[in-house]
């Protein structure tokens, strides 16, 4: 089953550390609603026959700041144009400030039945450094809202990592996290992007950002904290109770297929080789005038081979808990890594960075996990 997936490109002010595509400016939303629901329509003429879709995904931007009547008119024309008679979750970001009960019912009723909420922080230091519009107590508000709204499927994000974030705040916010009983909690590593705001402070020298020591110090906090709290540590940076894990993203990491709508989208099919994938332009003005006059909004394409599809297996498998499965990169991707990276894959195990299982499956082990990019490109095959 496909994935769809909504770009929403809104938000209220710029968050400094952010590389995501967004606009500031745009209070209505009608010609943005008919573009993606043009683009919808278009997609379904090509690929609705071919699966029935699995999950839907209001990402952005900040979805929330969509109107209940505009989100009922991207679904409804996606049910419309697409048999979503098995869709099994429908996960809508929303951002603290936002997350009104009202609003939280009246997406409900739509259809959403997982929230993703950009809390980040529950620390007003911490949320302004970031430029973010909501202070803690409206991030706490907003969970709370989301359990009185009945969302049993809610998700934070959490980030660590910040220059003046002690180790205390950090602890903190996991306890809290744990405390309120969030069934999923997604913890990323403040990571500085090229040309946001926070970049040219760094190049400035007014941020200094910290070091990799610290930053792998606090991801095994977090992996301690969660884990001790029953949290499973199903991919890098999800964490959930038991039933809760993402059904989107899980299938995201297994090569499934998916279509994104709205500027800046990813899309990724495969039905034989070479597999496709493409993104749309990233600006809403260019992604409206195409849609305006029905043609695909695509700013760039490529074609995947089977090699480039096993090394980005390679690469997101070994991401989660389930790890990588060797005789699928066989059978599927045609590599044999046991052949092609034997050594590396004993060195990688004596030191503790991998578990290999009855030559089954590689799982990164916790001191893995801290390093994960630097496991993964030794074992990509040349
Ligand atoms: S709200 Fe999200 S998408 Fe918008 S600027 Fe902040 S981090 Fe980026």
């Not at 500031?24 to 997609?43: L, S």
């Not at 946001?196 to 301690?224: C, R, Y």
């Not at 940076?237 to 297929?257: D, E, K, P, Q």
């Amino acid at each position: 089953m496909a994935g769809l997936y909504f770009h929403i490109p809104y938000c209220t002010q710029r968050c400094v550390y952010c590389d995501f595509y967004f606009v500031t400016t745009r209070k209505v939303h009608t010609p943005f609603v008919q573009a993606i629901r043009n683009e919808i329509e278009g997609y379904a003429t090509e690929y609705a026959n071919y699966e029935p879709i699995g999950t839907l995904y209001f990402g952005g931007g900040t979805p929330s700041l969509l109107l209940p009547e505009e989100l009922e008119s991207i679904l409804s024309t996606v049910h419309e144009h697409f048999d979503t008679s098995q869709v099994e979750e429908v996960t809508f970001e929303v951002n603290p400030e936002d997350a009104s009960l009202e609003y939280l019912r009246d997406i409900k009723s739509l259809g959403v039945d997982r929230l993703s909420i950009g809390i980040q922080s529950f620390f007003d230091d911490d949320l302004t450094f970031l430029g973010r519009c909501h202070d803690s107590k409206s991030a706490q508000n907003a969970i709370k809202n989301s359990e009185k709204a009945g969302f049993e499927k809610r998700s934070i994000d959490l980030i660590f990592g910040l220059p003046d974030q002690t180790e205390n705040q950090w602890a903190m916010n996991l306890e809290l996290a744990c405390e309120m009983d969030i069934p999923h909690i997604s913890t990323y590593g403040l990571t500085i992007e090229e040309k946001t705001p926070l970049w040219k402070q760094v190049q400035l020298g007014n941020v200094i950002p910290v070091d990799e020591e610290t930053h792998s110090e606090l991801f095994q906090m977090a992996m301690d904290t969660l884990q001790k709290s029953e949290y499973e540590h199903y991919e890098i940076s999800s964490f959930a109770r038991r039933g809760y894990r993402s059904v989107h993203n899980h299938r995201y990491w297994s090569h499934v297929n998916y279509i994104g709508f709205g500027p800046s989208a990813h899309s990724f099919w495969w039905r034989g080789l070479p597999a496709r994938r493409w993104s749309n332009v990233r600006n809403l003005n260019r992604y409206q005038a195409f849609l305006g006059d029905h043609v695909r909004p695509i700013d760039e394409q490529e074609n995947l081979s089977l090699d480039a599809l096993a090394r980005e297996y390679i690469m997101l498998r070994l991401r989660t808990s389930e790890g990588l499965d060797l005789k699928i990169l066989e059978e599927r991707y045609g590599v044999d890594l046991l052949t092609c990276k034997i050594d590396e894959l004993a060195l990688l195990e004596s030191s503790e960075f991998i578990l290999t299982i009855r030559n089954q499956k590689v799982i990164l082990s916790d001191l893995g996990k801290t390093i994960c990019n630097s496991v993964t490109q030794r074992l990509l095959p040349d």
